[in-house]
């Protein structure tokens, strides 16, 4: 049976979709874009707003149950990969266990934002 996740540290959906999902012993969040969820502010710069993605993916993987050290999987979504080292640096600071991951440049991201980070993990 798969149980939605629902937190206020992190933003809302803005479409038809949830934070995230568990299912069996694996929470698995939506991408999560660098918009700051008391505020609605996104921040300016790659660094910037990958630490504001990496702390909204934080806070849907606390409140299903998981976190950093659990993650099995990321897909990383880039507006320019001219952004990739300074993105790396700020991810590796979080997701220091080094999980599979893949990092793609799209053309566009919601709200014109330069980075989303989405994962699986499993329960702690």
Do not use: W
């Not at 069996?24 to 999560?32: A, K, M, R, W, Y």
């Not at 630490?51 to 806070?59: P, T």
């Not at 299903?64 to 590796?92: I, P, Q, R, W």
């Amino acid at each position: 049976m798969m149980k939605k996740i629902v937190t206020e540290k992190a933003p809302g959906a803005i479409g038809p979709y949830c934070q995230g999902v568990v299912h069996g012993d694996l929470v698995i969040t939506s991408g999560q874009i660098p918009v700051d969820p008391k505020t609605g502010f996104v921040p300016e710069g790659i660094a910037r707003q990958a630490e504001q993605s990496c702390q909204n993916v934080g806070a849907v993987l606390e409140a299903g149950g998981s976190d950093f050290d659990h993650v099995l999987k990321t897909t990383c979504f880039l507006a320019s990969m001219d952004d990739f080292a300074a993105f790396n640096e700020v991810y590796g600071k979080y997701f220091v266990s080094n999980p599979a991951r893949s990092c793609v440049a799209v053309k566009t991201l919601p709200k014109g934002v330069l980075c989303e980070i989405e994962a699986t993990a499993e329960m702690k």
